[in-house]
């Protein structure tokens, strides 16, 4: 779902006025994973990053700061010397989007008119940085970040397609939802139980899974805490290193939370707002239409779930289970 995009030097040094470095990093705060080759600060790109005029130069580092990015083998502007040769093979791999300056774009019959060009059947595309929320790789991921999961889809495809960026770059996964936990005790193929195993496998690094719910009431605490531990011993593909769960009883939850009571974050600056919750990914197929958007985090829902975790722990209602 995410745009995997890399910045040329070049671009970088182009624009002067804040304006357009504002618009890239407005997308690709939210939209983007950010790639770079070698060491980032001794970099090209981070070199530009760091000669820009303040204004522009804070934008950027705070994107970088966000933790949305990946290091890949071959810089843009190895990638870019493939695709001007013809060597497209070279060319082929895990970067989307390569946004260029009007300089280099002469070289591809790309300007203001025409600010973006697909290069290969891999999908890899060039863009000018001014334009980069009109590339078809921004276009995409905009659609499916703010568009309803249909009913009867596929939801193993579902995870690759809306979830699985977020798992792959994530520094920890906070899920809150009142149903999730009581879910994960009655059903065996619960939303809950594929996101953590799915997390398990798509994280590069052992992360923490935070899960704010409710406390069950058709099973006492014991009981959960025993099939908690049960799973959490069960994981062994090395994406989560712990999962802690935050418990309160159902008025509670609701009065620390309001009416935003379903939402996910694998990062600290977005959230997946979730209407019918985690439950979207129960089962092989979606049951139903869902509603799914991908959000800026905000102060008020940060708010949210430190109450509930510190309410919960302050009544030991709070429990830590180690993979």
Not at 2 to 24: E, F, G, M, N, Q
Not at 160 to 177: K, M, P, T, W
Not at 270 to 286: C, D, F, R
């Given at each position: ?295 800026m985090m905000t102060d008020e829902l940060r708010k949210s779930e430190t109450a509930v975790r510190d309410l919960a722990t302050q009544r030991g209602t709070s429990f830590e289970f180690r993979v």
């Amino acid at each position: 779902m995410l745009v995997t995009y890399s910045v040329t030097a070049d671009a970088l040094k182009y624009y002067d006025s804040p304006v357009a470095h504002r618009r890239a990093v407005t997308l690709f705060r939210l939209y983007g994973i950010f790639t770079y080759c070698q060491d980032l600060r001794s970099s090209k790109t981070y070199e530009a990053i760091m000669n820009l005029d303040q204004q522009s130069r804070i934008l950027w580092q705070g994107l970088l700061q966000s933790g949305r990015s990946k290091r890949l083998p071959n810089s843009c502007e190895v990638l870019m010397s493939s695709i001007k040769n013809a060597d497209i093979a070279n060319a082929v791999g895990e970067l989307n989007l390569i946004c260029i300056d009007p300089s280099n774009g002469l070289d591809f019959s790309i300007d203001d008119q025409v600010p973006n060009t697909k290069v290969n059947s891999a999908s890899i595309e060039l863009c000018l940085l001014e334009h980069a929320d009109l590339s078809f790789s921004a276009g995409r991921s905009m659609k499916l970040a703010n568009s309803h999961v249909p009913s009867g889809q596929n939801v193993k495809n579902l995870w690759n397609e809306r979830f699985a960026d977020l798992a792959q770059i994530s520094s920890g996964v906070s899920l809150i939802d009142s149903y999730s936990v009581p879910e994960f005790m009655d059903r065996t193929a619960s939303g809950l139980r594929r996101l953590l195993l799915e997390t398990d496998g798509s994280s590069g690094k052992k992360i923490s899974v935070n899960i704010l719910s409710t406390v069950p009431d058709r099973f006492g605490l014991d009981q959960v805490f025993k099939q908690f531990d049960s799973f959490a011993k069960s994981l062994s593909r090395g994406g989560i290193g712990s999962i802690n769960l935050f418990l309160l009883d159902a008025v509670d939850f609701r009065g620390k939370l309001g009416i935003h009571d379903r939402w996910l974050r694998f990062d600290k600056f977005s959230y997946l707002s979730l209407a019918a919750g985690i439950s979207v990914l129960e089962g092989k197929q979606t049951k139903s239409t869902h509603d799914f958007a991908l959000k800026m985090m905000t102060d008020e829902l940060r708010k949210s779930e430190t109450a509930v975790r510190d309410l919960a722990t302050q009544r030991g209602t709070s429990f830590e289970f180690r993979v």
